[in-house]
Every structure is written in structure tokens, then in C-alpha cells.
């Protein structure tokens, strides 16, 4: 196995699945989009940005939400379906291998990047793009799989940085990143972010008519997500 996840755009394959999974399911509209939009606060009348947006299901909710919504993904599916659901956004296929040369410096008040951390080889430059696109007194809200949870289902080192490959449920083939919580906080310092606020996040109690054991172990067992608020550290 090599020590990158690599260009192929994974979730191609399964993009309108992922978004029959995500629009209402326990994990994505009850535990992960809440928290997120949480931290992202009051978005109306700011420019978001959008990173890994799927298929528009949180562009949906923050144009909803009064903001203008940028977004980018590196599935081309993806980008289709965030156009058809969200026709006043703007969507792009963009790897987050590559820099962000066509959004300029300082031009957006929030980047909201949600549970794709995980496939990105190198995490402190894209953290560098995303600090550099920041206007002054924005923030960057992202979400990742919680850490615990990804080493109860691997064990080994917790504090080994590695990739894993995994077969979901539905039978979706993922390669992706495990990395500690240490790892992601130092990932943030070094492209100069201060981290502003951490969640765990526990299903909305609505979820439990969904799913009721998947319900109860997400409110008990940190097995699920975790997202972050960090903000451009000011100090030169
Ligand atoms: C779990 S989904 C999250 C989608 C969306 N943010 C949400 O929460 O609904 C992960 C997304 O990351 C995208 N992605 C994975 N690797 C990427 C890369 N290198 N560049 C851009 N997008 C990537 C996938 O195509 C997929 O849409």
C-alpha cells in the first residue's frame, strides 16, 4: 500500500447512493449537517465555501440559510447533483490535491469542509488554501469521522498515522486516512489556524424513530464524528 489515497474520485461510483444515505439518515442529517451548521452560525449574507460538497445537501441548507454558496468536489456526479439541487450555487470539480487558484485571497467568510479530511494526502497545505482564502474574522468549520471510532474498528497504534481501506454496508469501497485527534489539531497550528471550538456530536433526538439502536449507541460511544470551528490565528 502506498502512503497516498490517491486521484481516483472514490465516491464517483456511488454518489447518488451516498445521496439517498446522507439526505435523511441518522449519521449525515442528524448528527454530522446539525453540528456543522452549529458552528457555522448566523450564514446569511456571507459567501461560503463549499469544500468536498457532495451533493449539495449542506449547500441546499445554507443557501436556504441566506448565504451565497461556492462549492467544489472532486466527483463529477457530485458536482452535477449539488447543481441540480442547489441551481444558485456554484459548483466545480476541483482535487483537493491541487491548489485553489481560481478562488482569490480573501473573497469567502466561511469554508465549511465536511467529512472529507480523511481523503486528502496533504492536509496542512489545503489548510494553507483555506486559511488563504479566508476573508479577515472568518472561520473554517469541518467535520471528520471521530478518531476513537476509526481505531475501535482497526485497532492497532491509535497514534499511527496510516491509510485503510474499507468496504462500507452498502458496499461502497473507501481508502482513506486514520490519523489522531493530536494529529488534525496539529495539521490546523501548522497552517495557522486556532481551533475556536470542538464537538462531538450526538444524534438529534428525533433520530431515534429512525433508528433506534444506532440512535443509542451514537449518544453513548464516541464512534461517529467530530467537527472543529478554528479561525486564522491573528498573532504575526
Ligand atoms: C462523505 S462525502 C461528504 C460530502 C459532503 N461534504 C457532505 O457532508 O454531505 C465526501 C466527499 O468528499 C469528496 N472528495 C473526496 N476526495 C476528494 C478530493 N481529493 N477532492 C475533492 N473532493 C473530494 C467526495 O467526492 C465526496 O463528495
Known amino acids: 500500500m502506498t502512503d497516498m489515497v490517491g486521484q481516483e474520485p472514490q465516491y464517483e461510483v456511488f454518489a447518488d447512493e451516498f445521496l439517498d444515505h446522507a439526505r435523511d439518515g441518522l449519521y449525515n442529517a442528524h ?69 485553489l487558484d481560481w ?28 486559511r488563504r482564502v479566508l476573508r479577515p474574522g472568518g472561520a473554517l468549520v469541518f467535520s471528520r469521522m471521530h478518531p476513537t471510532g476509526d481505531w475501535l474498528r482497526h485497532g492497532g497504534n491509535y497514534f499511527d498515522e496510516r491509510i485503510v481501506e474499507e468496504v462500507w454496508s452498502k458496499g461502497w469501497r473507501v481508502r482513506y486516512w486514520l490519523a489522531p485527534l493530536e494529529q488534525t489539531c496539529e495539521e490546523l497550528r501548522a497552517a495557522g489556524f486556532l481551533i475556536e471550538r470542538l464537538v462531538e456530536p450526538r444524534p438529534r433526538p428525533e433520530a431515534a424513530a429512525i433508528d433506534r439502536e444506532g440512535y443509542e449507541r451514537l449518544s453513548r460511544e464516541p464512534t461517529g464524528f467530530l467537527a472543529i470551528r478554528a479561525v486564522p490565528d491573528p498573532r504575526p
Not at 449539495?56 to 441566506?66: P, S, T
Not at 485571497?105 to 496542512?124: H, N, T
Open 31 to 99: 448528527c454530522d449537517r446539525p453540528a456543522c451548521l452549529d458552528l457555522l452560525g448566523d450564514v446569511a449574507g456571507r459567501r461560503v465555501l463549499d469544500v468536498a460538497c457532495g451533493p449539495g445537501l449542506y449547500a441546499a441548507e445554507l443557501v436556504a440559510r441566506g448565504a451565497t454558496v461556492i462549492g467544489l468536489d472532486h466527483s463529477p456526479r457530485m458536482v452535477e447533483l449539488a447543481g441540480h439541487r442547489v441551481p444558485a450555487g456554484e459548483f466545480r470539480v476541483h482535487d483537493l490535491a491541487d491548489p
Open 103 to 130: 478562488v482569490p485571497d480573501a473573497s469567502v467568510d466561511l469554508v465549511l469542509f465536511a467529512l472529507a479530511l480523511e481523503y486528502v494526502d496533504d492536509r496542512v497545505s489545503l489548510f494553507r488554501e483555506l
